[in-house]
């Protein structure tokens, strides 16, 4: 099992930028996907950011050039810094962990976002 744990939601003005953090823990052995996702009310969860286990990035398309995701493997963190925030970015974003695509996704709380007009 894998625990999953993220921090630095909250409030504030479009423009404005957050960063949210994720903290893993239990069995990461082969854990190369590690990432976030998001979900707005009444809307399905979508991916934002995946990080692979060498580091690379993918962004939707929606957040690229404003996003930003790294990951450190000695400390299983994960990071997404959020630029230039647009109020339909609010939603509630999830940390997500999982050996390879298509296998079981380990899944956080959540943290909220919400961005203010």
């Known amino acids: 099992q894998v625990q999953l744990v993220e921090s630095g939601g909250g409030l504030v003005q479009a423009g404005g930028s957050l960063r949210l953090s994720c903290a893993a823990s239990?069995?990461?052995?082969?854990?190369?996907?590690m990432g976030w996702y998001r979900q707005a009310p009444g809307k399905q969860r979508e991916m934002v950011a995946t990080?692979?286990?060498?580091?690379?990035?993918t962004y939707a398309d929606f957040v690229k050039g404003r996003f930003t995701s790294s990951r450190d493997t000695t400390k299983n963190t994960v990071d997404l810094q959020m630029n230039s925030l647009k109020p339909e970015d609010t939603a509630v974003y999830y940390c997500?962990?999982?050996?390879?695509?298509?296998?079981?996704?380990?899944w956080g709380q959540g943290t909220q976002v919400t961005v203010s007009s």
């Open positions: 997500a962990a999982s050996r390879f695509i298509g296998a079981q996704t380990y």
């Open positions: 239990g069995n990461m052995f082969g854990i190369n996907i």
């Open positions: 990080v692979t286990v060498g580091n690379i990035p």
